[in-house]
């Protein structure tokens, strides 16, 4: 039982360039999250998905875009990387069904820089 | 809207020492609450969670929090601070409805960092 993983854990970007970052949970969740963590902002929600099939904008979405594959796989994709998203990036899952609010289980982080 | 102020961006105490955290919150109805914890390079543990019911929760690795709803506040405590205690502490909110899809939505304050003195 892995819980939450993200790949890759580490990533040197140019500006411009794009990439996906991998999030996966063997826990069965509905819920999944990426959250990006800046020094002294704390975890601000970038988007999540309520359940299979749903995306919703968080506090800051712009920049970015998501795809929930399946029940399991929520990925974050940053089309044309910008200095500004240099910044530690964490997936997280929870039960989060109807009437529910459950605990979050994040994964390890990727951390990110954009040159 | 909902939110969640840790006042202490920063503190310091010696081994052994007791350690209180604050937070508080802003939310409309009763509050879900819960105090995560970082360690360095590490994503963020579940210490403990309060949904209703007894206001002091007890948690792992000896931790406790006191939910007082007249200061809308959920302090982190531990009696006696051990080295491994060092690291970075989140309280956060937990949104039940938001535009009828985000149940289980945390708000995260923006955390204290602690230091343990041998």
């Known amino acids: 039982n892995a819980g939450v993983t993200q790949t890759p854990k580490f990533q040197v970007l140019k500006t411009g360039q794009s990439m996906t970052l991998q999030c996966a949970q063997d826990?069965?969740?509905?819920?999944m999250y990426w959250y990006r963590q800046d020094p002294g902002m704390g975890l601000r929600l970038i988007y999540y998905?309520?359940?299979?099939?749903?995306?919703d904008k968080g506090e800051v979405p712009n920049g970015y875009n998501v795809s929930r594959l399946n029940k399991r796989e929520f990925s974050l994709r940053l089309e044309s990387a910008a200095p500004s998203q240099t910044s530690v990036y964490f997936c997280?899952?929870?039960?989060?069904?109807?009437?529910?609010?459950?605990?979050?289980?994040f994964g390890p982080g990727t951390r990110l820089t954009v040159l | 809207a909902q939110s969640v102020t840790q006042p202490d961006i920063h503190i310091t105490v010696s081994e052994g020492a007791s350690l209180e955290l604050r937070c508080n919150y802003s939310?409309?109805?009763?509050?879900?609450l819960f105090w995560y914890v970082q360690s360095p390079g590490q994503g963020l543990q579940l210490l403990l969670k309060?949904?209703?019911?007894?206001?002091l929760v007890q948690g792992i690795k000896g931790f406790e929090a006191e939910f007082k709803r007249s200061q809308s506040s959920f302090n982190l405590r531990k009696p006696s601070v051990h080295w491994s205690d060092a690291a970075e502490y989140f309280c956060?909110?937990?949104?039940?409805?938001?535009?009828?899809?985000?149940?289980?939505?945390?708000?995260f304050g923006r955390g204290t960092q602690l230091t343990v003195w041998p």
């Open positions: 956060a909110v937990a949104s039940l409805v938001d535009r009828g899809s985000t149940l289980g939505r945390l708000y």
């Open positions: 997280a899952s929870s039960e989060g069904i109807a009437g529910v609010v459950g605990r979050q289980f």
């Open positions: 826990m069965n969740h509905n819920s």
């Open positions: 998905s309520a359940s299979e099939g749903t995306t």
């Open positions: 939310y409309g109805a009763t509050p879900y």
């Open positions: 309060y949904f209703s019911g007894d206001t």
